[in-house]
C-alpha cells in the first residue's frame, strides 16, 4: 500500500477520533482484504440507502448477509435475524442501525469473532466503537462503506464528487487503488 | 505507516482528479470524445440506470474527461463535489431547477450580470419562481426581502459590472439561521481567489468560460457543493422522486444528494450538458490558474492605479484600490488580488457626451480586444449599457451601476506597459 491522502471532507469528527475510527489505511486494508459483509438493519425496500449499499458491494464482488428480524430473503441471500445466528464466519459487521443500538451490536461482532465493525454515515457510537478496536477489530464510524470503496475503485470520480485522492502514480489494474 | 499528506492548492490544479489509468498510463488527461459507454452486462446496465452503481452511461450525463474537471474544481474550491454544464448560464439554471419548485423565491443581489438578471427575472418567471432583488451591501435589505417561501440566496462574490465585494460571511450565516442555501458566482474570483465554501457558501457556481479556462475558446459552466447544508428538511431533495420510484436523494446519497440529483435528473432532462473537449481545454486552463491569475491581478492593479490617476477618467471602481467603498471586504475575502475586471467612467458634462466619448475610446484602443467576454488572458473593453446590459430597463441599469460613461475592462496578461500605452493614446485621442 502506498502512502495515504488525507481525507477531510463530510466527517463530524475531531482530528483525533479520525485518526482512529476513520484512517484512510485502515479503510483501504478492510476494503482490499474483507469478502464477507453483514449488514444489520438491512431494508426490503430498494430505494433505501441500505438496499443500494448492498447491492453495490454485491456487484464489487463481496457476499452480502443481511441481518434484519424480519427474515427472508433480500437481494438473494437469507436473512439472518441478529448477527449471532449467522452460521459462517462474517469479517465486516455494517451497521443501518441508530447509534445506542450499536453497544449491543459491537458487543456481538466480537462475540462472533468479526474483523471489522463500520458504523455507517451519521452512525457515530464512540464508545462501541472503542469497546470494538479494544477487543482486536477495526472500528470505523460515520462513513459509507459504499462511498469508501467509491473513493478508492474510481467510481465516486465517476460523477464528479471529490476523492480527495492525488497521486502521480498509475494504477497498475482495476481495484489496485486499495 | 506514513502520515495522510493534505496537497496544496497548485499540486491539486494539476493532479486533483486525475490518475493515470491502468491501461496507457497516458500523462494528460485523455479526451473521451464518446457519447455512450459499454455496459459490461446486463445487471450493470439496469444498476447504472437504478442508480446503484457508479459509472458512465452517456455523456449527457457523466464522462470520462468531463470527471476529471469536475473533481479538480470541486477540489480547489474545497466543495464535496461538483457538476460541469454547458455554460456559467446554466450552471446557475440547473441549481436553481434542482433546489426549486414553482411557488419558491428567491432573494438575489441586483449587482449581477446582466444575463443573469434577465434569466432570474424572466425565466424563472416562467417556471412561477419569483427572485426578489436587493442591494447587496447591506445585510438587512436580505433579511427583509426573505418571506417563508425563500428557498435560496444569490449573489456574485465580484459583482458585475461595477466590482462590489459580497460580504459572504454574515450573509451565509443569515441563511443558515432561516435554513436557506446561500449560492455564490465566483466567476470573477476563481478558486485562486476565493473560495466561498471557506466562508460558509452552500453552493458556488461558475462560468469557467472566463478565467478557470482562460483562454477565451471554450464555454463551460461548474456547480460546487460544499456539502454542509442540511438538506434533509428541504422538499426537492428529501422527498421521494418521481423520476426515479421514490427515491429519496437526501436520504440515499447524503452530501452527495444535491449534485446527484442535478446530474440525474436536471441536467439529464434539460441536456445543458459540456462538450468533452470544452472539459479537456477547461482542464489545461486550471493547470496554470494559479499563474495566470498572479499577473491577471497584477495587471489589473497597474492599469487601476494609472486610469485613476489620468486627467480624463472620472471615476475608477476596483476594489483592490484604497478608496474603494469594498476596499476592505476585498481584502477579507480577495487578499491575493480583488480580480482583474472592473470598470471606470469618462469625464463627461452629459450622460449623452459619456456615451460619445465612451465609444471613442473603444474605437481608439489598438490592443483591447472589443467583446463581450471577460477572463480571457488577452485583455478586452466594452460599453455595458449599450451591449452586456442593454436588456436591462433604465431603473434597472440604476440598480446595478450601469451609467452611461461605464467602461468595462478584463486586464490580461500583456505587457503592462503596453496596455497603460495604448489606454493612454486611446484616452488622449477622445475629443
Known amino acids: 500500500m502506498t502512502a495515504s491522502c488525507a481525507i477531510r471532507l463530510n466527517s463530524t469528527l475531531t482530528a483525533e477520533q ?32 441500505s438496499h443500494f449499499v448492498a447491492s453495490y458491494l454485491q456487484d464489487a464482488g463481496y457476499r452480502i448477509v443481511p441481518v434484519n428480524p424480519r427474515g427472508g430473503v433480500i437481494l438473494g441471500e437469507t436473512v439472518y435475524g441478529n448477527l449471532a445466528e449467522i452460521p459462517f464466519a462474517v469479517d465486516v459487521v455494517d451497521v443501518f442501525r441508530p447509534s445506542p443500538d450499536v453497544d449491543v451490536l459491537a458487543a456481538t461482532a466480537i462475540q462472533i469473532g468479526a474483523k471489522v465493525l463500520w458504523q455507517q454515515l451519521r452512525i457515530n457510537n464512540i464508545a462501541a466503537a472503542t469497546h470494538a478496536s479494544e477487543a482486536g477489530l477495526v472500528s470505523i464510524i460515520d462513513a459509507c462503506i459504499k462511498m469508501e470503496h467509491g473513493r478508492y475503485s474510481g467510481g465516486l470520480h465517476t460523477v464528479g464528487m471529490n476523492t480527495e485522492i492525488v497521486t502521480a502514480r498509475r494504477l497498475r ?5 486499495f | 505507516m506514513t502520515q495522510p499528506r493534505s496537497f496544496g492548492f497548485e499540486t491539486r490544479m494539476l493532479h486533483a482528479g486525475h490518475v493515470p489509468d491502468a491501461e496507457t498510463g497516458a500523462r494528460a488527461v485523455p479526451i473521451h470524445q464518446s457519447t455512450s459507454f459499454v455496459f459490461h452486462d446486463t445487471r450493470h446496465a439496469a444498476h447504472l440506470f ?3 452503481q457508479y459509472g458512465n452511461i452517456y455523456s449527457r450525463i457523466s464522462n470520462p474527461t468531463t470527471a476529471v474537471f469536475e473533481e479538480r474544481i470541486a477540489s480547489l474550491e474545497n466543495g464535496t463535489g461538483a457538476l460541469a454544464v454547458a455554460s456559467g448560464m446554466a ?25 443573469s438578471v434577465t434569466q432570474l427575472t424572466h425565466t424563472l418567471k416562467k417556471l412561477s419562481l419569483k427572485v426578489h432583488f436587493v442591494d447587496p451591501r447591506r445585510l438587512e435589505n436580505w433579511e427583509q426581502a426573505i418571506t417563508p417561501r425563500t428557498r435560496l440566496l444569490y449573489g456574485e462574490i465580484i459583482g458585475n459590472p461595477r466590482g462590489s465585494i459580497l460580504d459572504v460571511e454574515p450573509l451565509a450565516k443569515l441563511g443558515n439561521a432561516h435554513r436557506i442555501p446561500l449560492v455564490v458566482d465566483a466567476t470573477f474570483a476563481t478558486p485562486y481567489l476565493c473560495r466561498p465554501i471557506d466562508w460558509g457558501a452552500t453552493i458556488v457556481v461558475h462560468s469557467a468560460t472566463k478565467f478557470i479556462g482562460g483562454h477565451g475558446n471554450s464555454l463551460g459552466g461548474v456547480i460546487v457543493d460544499s456539502g454542509k447544508f442540511d438538506f434533509s428538511s428541504f422538499a426537492t431533495l428529501a422527498d421521494p422522486s418521481d423520476a426515479y420510484h421514490g427515491l429519496r436523494f437526501h436520504d440515499t446519497f447524503a452530501h452527495y444528494a444535491f449534485l446527484m440529483k442535478a446530474r440525474v435528473e436536471t441536467v439529464r432532462d434539460t441536456g445543458a450538458c459540456i462538450s468533452p473537449t470544452n472539459s479537456f481545454l477547461l482542464i489545461q486552463g486550471l493547470e496554470t490558474l494559479s499563474v495566470r491569475m498572479e499577473r491577471h491581478v497584477q495587471n489589473a492593479l497597474r492599469v487601476a492605479k494609472f486610469l485613476d490617476a489620468h486627467p480624463k477618467v472620472a471615476w475608477v471602481s476596483y476594489a483592490g484600490l484604497s478608496d474603494h467603498p469594498d476596499h476592505a471586504l476585498a481584502q477579507k475575502y480577495l487578499p491575493l488580488g480583488a480580480g482583474a475586471v472592473f470598470t471606470f467612467g469618462l469625464l463627461a458634462p452629459t450622460p449623452a457626451d459619456a456615451r460619445e466619448k465612451g465609444k471613442q475610446l473603444i474605437e481608439r484602443l489598438q490592443l483591447f480586444s472589443h467583446l463581450a467576454n471577460v477572463g480571457d488572458a488577452r485583455s478586452l473593453v466594452i460599453h455595458p449599457a449599450s451591449t452586456t446590459h442593454q436588456q436591462l430597463s433604465e431603473e434597472e441599469l440604476i440598480r446595478g451601476g450601469v451609467g452611461p460613461e461605464m467602461v468595462r475592462l478584463s486586464v490580461g496578461l500583456e505587457t503592462s506597459e503596453d496596455l497603460l500605452w495604448d489606454l493612454d493614446q486611446a484616452l488622449e485621442g477622445i475629443s
Open chain 1, 173 to 177: 489494474s482495476p481495484g489496485s487503488a
Open chain 2, 50 to 52: 437504478e442508480l446503484k
Open chain 1, 18 to 49: 479520525k485518526a482512529l475510527f476513520q484512517s484512510p489505511d485502515q479503510i483501504r486494508n478492510v476494503l482490499a482484504t474483507a469478502r464477507t459483509i453483514a449488514i444489520v438493519g438491512l431494508s426490503t425496500e430498494p430505494q433505501k440507502a
Open chain 2, 91 to 115: 450552471a446557475q439554471l440547473t441549481t436553481f431547477l434542482t433546489l426549486l419548485s414553482p411557488g419558491d423565491e428567491i432573494v438575489a443581489s441586483s449587482h449581477l450580470y446582466g444575463g
